[in-house]
């Protein structure tokens, strides 16, 4: 453990006993011979007594010595020394979020009952929610992308900078075999399709890459804009020197937070050179001039880059907020099991706090109306390849509106399984003026909500459960005006 935790610790700890026994940091001062400023700093954190100081408030306190010195802490304190003594705070680089690790230890011994109760809470929380490490550090990935706006130029920079290095043209899909060419020439690479194929236990994965000998193995079954993105990463790797990294798509196992956070700068790098930002900036600005929206044109943009719609969809939350300045957006992915009719939210992103919808973990039927499930639902009875729509989707009772595009594509490893991916734009004054086709009167405009439970749309045909939350929650408002009124006749 750090110097400056075993500090602390030892401080949290004399802190407690003087106030269990009642003691001023005065009369500890009189009791031990200690100076009271000396007490003070040891509390903070901030010196660790000689043994023969120790010895002292040991006698004085009544305390054993060996207790007092012990990392142990009492169930009180428990949380703190479990989060001082686990790699947490080392994990996460606090300074990407304007935090210094002394500030949070001040903060910690300044008050650390109250903390204590905090830090319990939010166990508590994970507990009941089975809320991983994993998610935690996903969930710390994803503030980070929104306090930036999920823009960085730093790696719009570096792609520029690349494909110069590499007479590589932005202007034109970028083919996987020179992905590939360059990173056997230029960063010795040894590029296996063969191996994946023989472990009938690893057919989830795409690639795996052994770095002590530069050997990617990489799936057949897989795509070319697929097969780009994966090598595209792996030059980010390579040419940024990022060495705390994941190793296999779709990551199984990390280590710490540097390899989450490493693993979506490659992501952001790779779709950066797949779908440059000038040209898909380009295409954007015609189809919002258009007083007409033709979802051919949209459909277009998806195949003009050699790019998944996926990782299309995630550039829009790069360059919507940049270019044009369209910050209160939202994307989201689901997945759905056509035998069991099942849809899960399994990866979204909010660049406003207050958006909806976000993943529910409340076993509630996501709503219906919304076009990121009807695709979903259109593509799983049809034999096309890949199902796009649009709407205009309002949520009555908050009165936003966004306007949501969505698409839909199979599973490519498994059967009667598809996902979509959706990106949902607040309709605001900076929107109406950029965008010409909201008063298409072709444009489809529903009104939605967030679950069927919380729903107060009363006419739906889609609806899968009744609104028992909201009716819960207007019969605790009838309950508490009925009171009030009882309350004003008897006063």
């Given at each position: 453990?750090?110097e400056d935790y075993i500090k602390l610790i030892f401080g949290l700890k004399l802190k407690q006993i003087r106030n269990d026994q009642g003691l001023s940091l005065y009369g500890l001062s009189k009791k031990s011979g200690l100076s009271k400023s000396y007490l003070n700093e040891i509390e903070n954190g901030k010196k660790y007594p000689k043994p023969d100081k120790i010895a002292a408030l040991s006698e004085h306190l009544d305390i054993p010595y060996d207790d007092l ?204 050179l797949l779908i440059p930002r000038e040209k898909l900036v380009e295409k954007l600005k015609s189809i919002f001039e258009s007083s007409h929206f033709n979802s051919q044109d949209f459909q277009d943009l998806l195949h003009q880059f050699n790019a998944s719609p996926e990782t299309i969809y995630q550039r829009l939350t790069n360059i919507l907020p940049h270019d044009f300045k369209f910050k209160n957006l939202f994307f989201l992915r689901f997945s759905y099991h056509k ?153």
């Open positions: 453990m750090k010195v012990s990392l142990k802490l009492n169930k009180n304190l428990a949380p703190i020394g479990d989060i001082l003594q686990s790699s947490l705070l080392k994990d996460i680089p606090l300074e990407l979020f304007g935090l210094q690790e002394s500030t949070l230890i001040n903060i910690i011994a300044n008050a650390p009952q109250k903390v204590t109760a905090f830090i319990s809470t939010i166990i508590e929380i994970a507990k009941n929610y089975d809320f991983s490490r994993e998610n935690f550090y996903l969930a710390s990935v994803r503030s980070f992308q929104e306090a930036n706006n999920n823009y960085f130029q730093e790696y719009e920079d570096a792609v520029v900078k690349f494909a110069k290095m590499y007479e590589i043209d932005l202007g034109k899909p970028i083919s996987p075999e020179v992905l590939e060419d360059i990173l056997i020439e230029e960063f010795g690479y040894t590029i296996n399709h063969d191996e994946l194929e023989t472990h009938a236990d690893l057919e989830d994965l795409r690639s795996i890459y052994i770095p002590k000998t530069k050997t990617l193995l990489i799936t057949k079954d897989i795509d070319e804009a697929q097969r780009s993105f994966i090598y595209a990463k792996e030059l980010a790797y390579s040419y940024l020197k990022i060495t705390d990294r994941l190793y296999t798509f779709s990551w199984i196992k990390f280590d710490n937070f540097e390899q989450v956070l490493n693993n979506f700068y490659a992501s952001y790098f790779a779709g950066a035998t069991n009719d099942e849809y899960r939210l399994n990866k979204e992103l909010h660049l406003a706090k207050n958006q909806s919808p976000r993943a529910s973990e409340t076993n509630e039927h996501y709503c219906r109306r919304w076009i990121s499930l009807k695709v979903l639902k259109q593509l799983s009875t049809s034999t096309e390849d890949h199902s796009f729509g649009i709407q205009i989707s309002k949520y009555p009772e908050t009165e936003q509106q966004y306007l949501m595009l969505a698409s839909a594509v199979k599973d490519p490893f498994k059967k009667d399984r598809y996902r979509s991916i959706s990106i949902g734009i607040a309709i605001d004054q900076n929107f109406k003026k950029k965008v010409n086709f909201l008063n298409d009167p072709n444009m489809q405009s529903v009104h939605v909500g967030v679950t069927c439970e919380r729903c107060g749309i009363t006419d739906c045909k889609l609806r899968e459960a009744p609104a028992k939350v909201l009716d819960k929650k207007r019969n605790e408002q009838n309950t508490e005006k009925a009171v009030e009124n009882l309350v004003k006749k008897y006063s």
